[in-house]
């Protein structure tokens, strides 16, 4: 098929009504298709089923320091399980809180206690006439929703390859205390699949900030979910909390990570690292809520992944499933959209997540066409604070739940879906 952007009207109309009887043929088969959201697939859980015999009887219920494990107490973690954790966040393990199975709740508790109740000695945030936070675009949902629930005024900053935009984040930060903070996903963010820089890191460490608590909320979720074997070594990322201490701003930055992704989503582990002064808040505000989290599902983290080895292969077990989704689903693009002008996508070495970036003005709409036909994408406009995508252009893919089949057949639908909204849009002009 020659190009879309070269045929004339005639032409057009005639690929369209073709694009059309093939969008309804697709309708017709009564498709329930999923790549909304980035959620592990059956055969990734599989994976990790060993993890619930690894507690079978109370006797296998002491930590090593003795504590029994289905009793109170350990506000933030067990040592073991600090230890585990610490290797995710690439930081040491007295500097690690372990929360629940949640990061997202680690982060919105901190946003909570920062809103509340201030940070290191500062004005609590809802005392305040505005609070404003920095969000990359294309961005994570349900990061901007913590900030929208708290009525904090969003301002997108553009995502380079390297990471934000660090000009308009030194612009933003340096004369406006109003700004608080920033969401940072450095490896793989989701949902273009862009690793930080070293000059992005040092930057967001070192920069000037007219708020004495400006806070980095780094999310480093897909910090061991590389695609490639060469990943771990290639696409590093440097350790902010090193950048803040060697900065002078040592308690700029908050770190979050999760088993979530590595073994099961609803009864992984997530933990938190900062510095020793913010932990001793954090377990202070923390000590009010509860006596501590589940430690038996700690316990049975550590004896299941053991060490940084062990999460390393296990997660080359997830990328053996994953590889080849991501390669079919980049294959499907790359022949499928060829001949559409306007389009381009991301093609990320590790993460959950493939970016579209359609021509400008047609996001929506092929969400919708693609959901009239039996497939769900992720809602256009997700990606943007408010999901105001100002370009109605960027659609995120989450090709990991669906079997390969399913995947195949879930892209022939959404290949389609582009191709008709692209031609629609030429027709209109």
Known sequence: ?????????????????????????????????????????????????????AVADGDGCRAEDGTDCRNYGVLDGLPEAKRLMAAMLDDAPENVVVGGNSSLSLMYECVARCWNFGTLGSQPWCKLDEVKWLCPV????????VTEAFGIRMVPVPMTADGPDMNEVERLVANDASV??????????NPNGATYSDETVRHLAAMPCAA??????????????????????????????????????????????????????????????????????????????????????????????????????????????????????????????????????????????ILLNAPEGTARRIVELAKEAGVTM???????????????????????????????????????CVKIACAEKLLAQ
Not at 32 to 49: F, I
Not at 181 to 187: A, F, L, N, S, T
Not at 381 to 408: C, M, N, V
Request: hydrophobic share 40%; proline share 6%.
């Open 138 to 145: 294309p961005g994570y949902d349900r990061h901007f929703g």
């Open 180 to 189: 608080k903070g920033i969401w940072c996903v450095p490896k793989y963010a």
């Open 212 to 353: 004495e608590d400006f806070r980095i909320f780094w999310d480093n979720a897909y910090c061991v979910h590389h695609l490639y074997d060469d990943a771990a070594e290639q696409d590093q990322v440097l350790d902010i909390g090193a950048a803040c201490r060697e900065a002078g701003n040592p308690h700029r930055y908050f770190k979050f990570a999760s088993t979530s992704k590595v073994t099961l989503p609803g009864a992984g582990v997530a933990a938190l690292a900062a510095s020793p002064e913010n932990v001793a808040e954090i377990k202070k505000r923390m000590g009010v809520g509860t006596i501590g989290h589940d430690k038996i599902n700690q316990l049975r983290h550590v004896r299941f992944l053991k060490d940084a080895d062990g999460i390393a292969a296990h997660m080359a077990k997830h990328a053996a499933i994953l590889r080849p989704k991501f390669e079919l689903v980049l294959r499907k693009l790359d022949e499928g959209l060829s001949n559409v002008e306007g389009c381009s996508w991301s093609r990320p070495r590790g993460g959950y997540f």
């Open 378 to 416: 992720t809602g256009a406009g997700a990606t943007w604070p408010y999901k105001q995508d100002p370009h109605d252009s960027d659609i995120r893919i989450a090709p990991t739940l669906p079997p390969l089949a399913e995947l195949d057949a879930a892209m022939d639908v959404f290949l389609c």
């Open 1 to 53: 098929m020659p190009s879309i952007s070269t045929m004339n009207k005639d032409e057009l109309r005639s690929c369209l009504t073709q694009l059309r009887e093939e969008h309804a043929g697709f309708a017709a088969k009564g498709l329930a298709l999923n790549m909304a959201r980035g959620k592990p697939g059956a055969d990734q859980l599989d994976l990790s089923m060993p993890l619930l015999s």
